[in-house]
């Protein structure tokens, strides 16, 4: 099935499972119908089966989404607290469409559990309760990680909720990632379990290859342990002082736990000049996203990195933070650096990426489809290195083949059926379904808003020098920190993001051209600024993380806005 077709049975309002191939475009489909809805103010949950698969999207875990949590089993009481909780009844109640990316990693009980919570939430008998619900993934991908006390697990085409969701399967037969017919056709085999001894040949060609793939090429392995050996080996070669980042948090400790366990960028990250690293955020304004590679060039005058991605981008990195939000409140929250040493990666946080050069170790697979999640990762067969695999490595679980198979007929059924139906019976159905979903015109005219003001940030943030010199300028009449951010509809943060490139721009071209900031310790009481630039002169440093953990222990807890905006006057 096309992209396009599969966009207008999902316009249709069908309940979909979205399938096919790696590369094939199955989360592309997905963004698309997000911003269809969402530029018809139809509210859409957009979430995932794990929090590395949920920043892809730029959603949420389904159990965090949904309020199950890590829990395996459910009681009415579950439910009753669940529905006191007053966020997330309201979540519910303005959700129209829910998709689920990843559902292959996701256990059928569990999804029966989700589908229960939300019959539940919605007060009604309907799959989903009444929701149009997308299922999006491939059963080849890695499945379910299953813990020692589940005694029965299976794929999420097992739940009662699969059948009862009459849902219409998709599977995208177009290919994007791969243009090499030949590799191609390796993939191909070892999806449909025909690896032939010519196919085994070619990938043997790949072992120990001797082709230059270039210094970006990334390593995955299929254990923690051999990622953490070959990252902490290669920094340890570059002989230059490292900068350490330490994550901070606060809030709920089992909260905290969650978010440090789930987050990718490490508790501790240690960086130098040369440093590869790859993003574990998706950046608000575009311009990186989580699994983005790049290389540490430089650390600014506050200790920040600068990262030089693989497309030539140049980021100034300042921590970012991950959050558990209730009623509006942060429950729990985390705060490091959105980076991540990356010489090497395990095979099961490459899913979803795309690269143009790797290495991978397949040696110590142990699960089926681990193979071919690890080799459809590269575009070409020149552009793999193999370092080794072994037989498991290359197989598929049987059940998974049969049940594709099922799929394809499926796919071919429901896109012969859209293919008998004209263009206007089409456009007709979706307008109806649009109909039914779309929201009250005061809802519209709230929406509008909002997504006006987002735009005019976005047209800020396309001309960077225009948008610092309007910052510039506001600065120069001595305007509140608040009053700026609200003029300019950006965050605070982003007006200091833009005064500490005016100093540095300074500091480096001695162009003078920054105004005086002096005004700003306005915004700081006397002791805060005193008690800050104390700490950033015992932490000796200019990092962020260090002062904050410092503050902490003496119980004074600024936020990283008011540090940083201390930060400024470090040499005034």
Avoid at 136 to 144: E, M, S, W, Y
Avoid at 320 to 337: D, N, P, R
């Amino acid at each position: 099935m096309l992209q396009s077709e599969a966009l207008d049975i999902l316009k249709m309002g069908k309940n979909v499972f979205l399938t096919g191939p790696a590369g094939s475009g199955k989360t592309h489909v997905v963004n698309e119908y997000v911003k269809y809805l969402k530029s018809m103010a139809v509210d859409v949950a957009v979430t995932a089966s794990t929090g590395i698969a949920a920043t892809h999207i730029g959603g949420m875990t389904i159990h965090s989404w949904s309020g199950l949590g890590i829990r395996d089993r459910l009681t009415d009481y579950d439910i009753d607290d669940l529905m006191q909780r007053q966020y997330l009844y309201k979540r519910f109640e303005r959700t129209k469409v829910l998709i689920i990316d990843e559902v292959s990693m996701l256990h059928h009980y569990r999804l029966d559990l989700i589908e229960w919570i939300c019959r539940q939430m919605k007060r009604s008998d309907r799959p989903f309760g009444g929701m149009q619900v997308v299922l999006c993934g491939d059963f080849f991908q890695l499945p379910p990680v299953t813990r020692g006390d589940i005694v029965e697990s299976e794929f999420a085409y097992k739940a009662e909720v699969w059948g009862s969701s009459k849902l219409t399967i998709c599977y995208l037969s177009e290919q994007h990632r791969q243009k090499d017919n030949i590799y191609l056709s390796i993939l191909s085999q070892i999806r449909e379990n025909k690896v032939t001894e010519k196919t085994i040949d070619l990938l043997k060609s790949r072992l120990n290859a001797q082709d230059n793939l270039g210094t970006g090429t990334t390593k995955l392995y299929t254990h923690n342990i051999d990622v953490d050996v070959i990252n902490n080996r290669h920094l340890d070669l570059i002989k230059v002082a490292g900068k350490s980042y330490v994550m901070s948090h606060k809030g709920s400790p089992n909260l905290t736990a969650t978010l440090r366990k789930s987050c990718l960028s490490p508790e501790t990250l240690v960086l130098k000049v040369g440093a590869r690293v790859m993003f574990t955020k998706n950046h608000m304004d575009g311009g990186f996203v989580n699994g983005t590679l790049g290389v540490v060039k430089d650390f600014n005058q506050f200790g920040d990195p600068v990262v030089r991605t693989t497309t030539g981008m140049l980021f100034t990195v300042l921590p970012g933070s991950w959050k558990i939000e209730e009623e509006g409140k942060v429950k729990a929250e985390i705060t490091q650096l959105p980076l991540r040493l990356a010489w090497a990666i395990t095979v099961h946080k490459s899913q979803g990426m795309s690269l143009d050069a790797m290495e991978v170790d397949l040696s110590n697979a142990f699960v089926r489809g681990m193979g071919y999640v690890a080799l459809s990762r590269v575009r070409s067969l020149g552009g793999m290195k193999l370092l080794g695999f072994n037989e498991m490595s290359l197989q598929v679980d049987p059940e998974v083949l049969e049940r594709d198979l099922e799929f394809r007929r499926m796919s071919d059924s429901a896109r012969q059926d859209l293919a008998e139906m004209s263009r206007a019976e089409i456009a007709e159905i979706q307008k109806g379904y649009l109909k039914k979903i779309e929201p009250s015109s005061a809802e519209r005219q709230l929406k509008n808003k909002a997504k006006l003001r987002q735009k005019e940030k976005q047209e800020n943030q396309i001309a960077k020098k225009s948008t610092v010199e309007i910052t510039s300028d506001m600065i120069a009449k001595e305007m509140p920190l608040a009053e700026i951010a609200d003029a300019r509809k950006v965050k605070p943060e982003t007006i200091v993001s833009h005064i500490e490139d005016m100093v540095m721009a300074d500091k480096l071209e001695k162009t003078n051209r920054c105004p005086d900031i002096t005004y700003l310790k306005r915004e700081l009481k006397r002791s805060e600024i005193d008690d800050i630039l104390s700490a950033f002169a015992k932490a000796g440093t200019t990092t962020l993380s260090p002062v904050y953990n410092l503050l902490a222990k003496q119980k004074k807890k600024p936020s990283y806005l008011k540090i940083r905006l201390a930060r400024l006057f470090l040499d005034k």
